[in-house]
């Protein structure tokens, strides 16, 4: 898969990533309007060209309070990201191009204010995204708000169950999107209180939904416990997933 070729899609508003970063923009807008008043942190987890904040903050009134770290591995989209931060005049976006699912990139940061996890949770064993959702309690503030998405064309269809596993963590739901449009997109506020940053955790293998897809199709294996590989038959393969709705 090439993941920079692969953001082309975003260029049409009514392709399916069109429309669903359109639903993360709102999302995120949303959070940012509702945010406490002072200085405010993001993070973004394998967040490519960074369009999902960079294209709210250009224009949002609370544009000056916010410090991000976007952390994507992809070179050319780290590129990307970097030329539209200059572009819209914000300094205090950073784009670090690292491996995303490192506790270590994160640390100045967090517990932030605004976290988005978009386009990760599809291309993860199960095991690797609840093991991700764990984490979130580490970079998510109190008060502060996750920002995910998952695909919803394959079953299982893992979106009640990442609400379930993000509420049994003190995430209260804000709002998710309708099942009909076959991806989810989702928004939870932290209200417990955040652990201590655990330094050099991988939070999660980044498998790639094509990947995944191609094992599933080829050679379906038998539900795993007790491993970091997951648990195989619910894999995410929609095309509507990748690292961030950039």
Known sequence: MD???????YDSPDSCLGRRLALVQERVRLALDEAPPGPLTAVS???????????????????ADVRARLVELDERNVTVARAAARAAGLPDVEVL?????LTDHYA????????????????????DVERTIDH?????RPGGTVVWTRTRHFEPDLVPQICAWLEERDFERLWVSDPSLGYGVGAHRF??????LSPGQRMFDFIGYDTLHR????APVAPRTGSAAGPGPSWDTAPAEHAGPR
């Open 215 to 218: 094992a599933l199709v080829t």
């Open 191 to 196: 209200a417990g209180e955040p652990r201590p």
């Open 97 to 101: 191009a690292g491996d995303a699912s």
């Open 136 to 140: 979130l309690t580490q970079l998510c």
């Open 45 to 63: 987890l394998c967040a490519g060209q960074g369009r999902d904040l960079i294209g709210v903050l250009h224009d949002h009134p609370r544009r």
């Open 3 to 9: 993941w920079h070729e692969w953001h082309d899609a």
């Open 108 to 127: 100045p940061l967090v517990p932030a204010d605004l976290v988005l996890v978009c386009g990760v949770l599809g291309n993860l064993v199960d095991a």
